[in-house]
């Protein structure tokens, strides 16, 4: 299975301010989920948009999903010095429910 | 809350041991997963599972095996380790096959 991509690979902003980060896939899908990763931790699960929705919301996340680009965004607002951790977008493809992995996005939000 | 131990957070074994690695999750989920990750290279699936006793290969999975004879444990094995199985292994669990996935803390193994 192909791998997601992210975009950008690293992101560095001012506590503060917003963090959007991006997602590209090549297949149809039936979900897509965004994860957390502190530094030499295991991933946490933030939110999961399904393909037939095309905004979510949880606290300060927001994920768009464009089905007809292939493409995901997701943006925290407000972003705090916790927020530093790699993002990670993955997608289950219509025809199974094994997880892809995009490569990341390291952010850092400087204090 | 739902969780998954990994049973080492630090391994050094030496080349041509074998290594098992243990995932244990507590919330009865049907579906676990063992992942690799590496700088550059992402997360990589290796085997899987959707029920005891059941295994299907993910994209890497040579010189891995997994074992499966509980429903809340899954296990990978090594069967000859190598240098190039230097990595970080996420275990993962699932409720739903089209659900959020749950990870295990990871452990980080070193091949030397």
């Known amino acids: 299975s192909q791998q997601g991509e992210e975009d950008p690979q690293a992101l560095s902003i001012q506590e503060g301010e917003n963090a959007t980060m991006n997602c590209s896939y090549k297949t149809s899908i039936n979900n897509l989920q965004w994860y957390r990763q502190n530094s030499g931790r295991g991933l946490v699960h933030l939110i999961l948009?399904?393909?037939?929705?095309r905004e979510k919301h949880s606290g300060r996340l927001r994920v768009t999903l464009d089905t007809s680009k292939k493409s995901s965004s997701l943006l925290i607002t407000a972003s705090r010095a916790a927020d530093t951790a790699s993002y990670f977008c993955a997608y289950q493809e219509t025809s199974g429910s094994r997880l892809t992995f995009g490569e990341g996005t390291q952010l850092t939000v400087n204090p | 809350d739902v969780k998954v131990t990994q049973s080492s957070r630090y391994l050094v074994k030496r080349t041509g041991e074998k290594v098992f690695l243990e995932c244990v999750q507590d919330?009865?989920?049907?579906?676990m997963f063992w992942y690799r990750q590496d700088p550059g290279l992402g997360l990589r699936l290796i085997y899987f599972s959707y029920d005891v006793k059941m295994k299907e290969k993910g994209d890497i999975p040579e010189g891995y095996s997994v074992s499966r004879e509980k429903k809340e444990r899954f296990s990978l094995i090594l069967e000859s380790a190598s240098t190039n199985q230097t990595s970080m292994y996420l275990c993962?669990?699932?409720?739903?096959?089209?659900?959020?996935?749950?990870f295990g803390s990871g452990t980080r193994l070193t091949v030397v």
């Open positions: 948009i399904r393909s037939n929705e």
């Open positions: 993962a669990s699932s409720l739903h096959r089209a659900g959020g996935y749950t």
């Open positions: 919330m009865d989920h049907e579906n």
